[in-house]
């Protein structure tokens, strides 16, 4: 069973920067695709980024390419979400998510493809 825990968001002004960071614990992160995704109130969980677990392979979401950078450390067994320019749209509860692949090129980006979830980590950007 793989938990996830993420840390790392905040209250930031828009034009800012965040970095949200996503551990494994009890279980190593290798050999599992991750993804972030970003839920609004009243709305519905959206995908945000994702990445192989060999990290050769990336995809974003369109509202935030070339803003956000996701990332991962094999041997911490820690994925990131680097948040650049932040905008008061992107004010939401960001989760990670986790799921056993074979294909280490493979990259997931709908939220039924994952089988592991964090709790979620409160994102604010004020205007």
């Known amino acids: 069973q793989v938990q996830l825990v993420e840390s790392g968001g905040g209250l930031v002004q828009a034009g800012g920067s965040l970095r949200l960071s996503c551990a494994a614990s009890?279980?190593?992160?290798?050999?599992?695709?991750m993804g972030w995704f970003r839920q609004a109130p009243g709305k519905e969980r959206e995908f945000v980024a994702a990445?192989?677990?060999?990290?050769?392979?990336?995809y974003y979401a369109d509202s935030v390419k070339g803003r956000f950078t996701i990332s991962r450390d094999n041997a911490e067994n820690t994925v990131y979400l680097q948040m650049n320019s932040l905008k008061p749209e992107d004010t939401a509860v960001y989760y990670c998510?986790?799921?056993?692949?074979?294909?280490?090129?493979?990259?997931?980006?709908?939220?039924?493809?994952?089988?592991?979830w964090g709790q979620g980590t409160q994102v604010t950007v004020s205007s």
């Open positions: 990445i192989s677990w060999s990290g050769g392979s990336t």
């Open positions: 009890r279980r190593t992160l290798s050999s599992y695709a």
């Open positions: 998510a986790a799921t056993y692949m074979a294909d280490n090129r493979l990259v997931l980006t709908t939220s039924n493809q994952y089988s592991h």
